[in-house]
């Protein structure tokens, strides 16, 4: 009999988890990566989100499209990057890209653009919140979003932007140990020794 009372013990915090642990999953993430300048390459786009079409508009700008996005526009929300030291395209605020949500009656879009250039010059960072860019990745828009075809979710979208390459240590030691027998190599010419 203690034996039985002992085991019900051990299983309930089991049992407990395994009912919690079982519920929806309802959490799923967005993530841009653009790359350093010059490289060529297109951002890089990563999601969890099922259903979604990811769309490469061009070398700096990407998005996540859900459904087929032609209905009433319900809602916009988003952010402006900031990059330290750098005034942005609209001579003002400093904003180089921007990711945005829209929220449509029948789907969603969450567009990364880089050095935004929309028609006319109008920028639409006005109002927007802003975040200064980092080069690491930075959640810049996170909450519980009510999105059509997923219902109410639990939304993350990450940026990294303006990355600057950052040389690995073992090849500044090459380069050091280099310039080092190059000096060596150097006073032996130069001294005769």
Same mark, same amino acid.
Do not use: C, K
């Given at each position: 009999?203690?034996?039985?009372?002992?085991?019900?013990?051990? =299983?309930?915090?089991?049992?407990?988890?395994?009912?919690?642990?079982?519920?929806?999953?309802?959490? #799923? $993430?967005?993530? /841009?990566? %653009?790359?350093?300048?010059?490289?060529?390459?297109?951002?890089?786009?990563?999601?969890?989100?099922?259903?979604?079409?990811?769309? =490469?508009?061009? +070398?700096?700008?990407?998005?996540?499209?859900?459904?087929?996005?032609?209905?009433?526009?319900?809602?916009?929300?988003?952010? +402006?990057?900031?990059?330290? @030291?750098?005034? &942005?395209?609209? &001579?003002?605020?400093?904003?180089?890209?921007?990711?945005?949500?829209?929220?449509?009656?029948?789907? $969603?879009?969450?567009?990364?653009?880089?050095?935004?250039? /929309?028609? &006319? *010059?109008?920028?639409?960072?006005?109002?927007?919140?802003?975040?200064? %860019?980092?080069?690491?990745?930075?959640?810049?828009?996170?909450?519980?979003?009510? !999105?059509?075809?997923?219902?109410?979710?639990? !939304?993350?979208?990450?940026?990294?932007?303006? !990355?600057?390459?950052?040389? %690995?240590?073992?090849?500044?030691?090459?380069?050091?140990? @280099?310039?080092?027998?190059?000096? #060596?190599?150097?006073?032996?010419? !130069? /001294? *005769?020794?």
């Amino acid at each position: 009999m203690r034996r039985t009372a002992n085991l019900r013990w051990l =299983l309930a915090p089991v049992v407990l988890v395994g009912l919690v642990w079982t519920g929806t999953a309802s959490a #799923y $993430f967005v993530s /841009f990566i %653009e790359p350093a300048d010059g490289t060529g390459t297109n951002v890089v786009v990563t999601t969890d989100i099922p259903g979604v079409s990811v769309d =490469l508009l061009n +070398g700096e700008t990407a998005a996540v499209d859900v459904g087929p996005r032609s209905g009433t526009l319900l809602s916009v929300q988003g952010v +402006g990057l900031i990059q330290p @030291g750098i005034v &942005g395209e609209d &001579g003002v605020s400093g904003v180089s890209d921007i990711v945005l949500l829209q929220i449509l009656s029948d789907g $969603f879009r969450v567009l990364f653009e880089s050095d935004p250039d /929309f028609a &006319g *010059g109008v920028i639409p960072t006005q109002g927007l919140p802003q975040v200064t %860019e980092t080069g690491s990745p930075q959640v810049v828009l996170s909450g519980p979003f009510t !999105l059509p075809g997923l219902g109410t979710i639990d !939304l993350t979208v990450t940026a990294q932007s303006d !990355l600057t390459p950052v040389p %690995e240590p073992m090849t500044m030691v090459l380069g050091g140990t @280099g310039l080092l027998a190059l000096a #060596y190599a150097g006073r032996r010419r !130069l /001294f *005769g020794q």
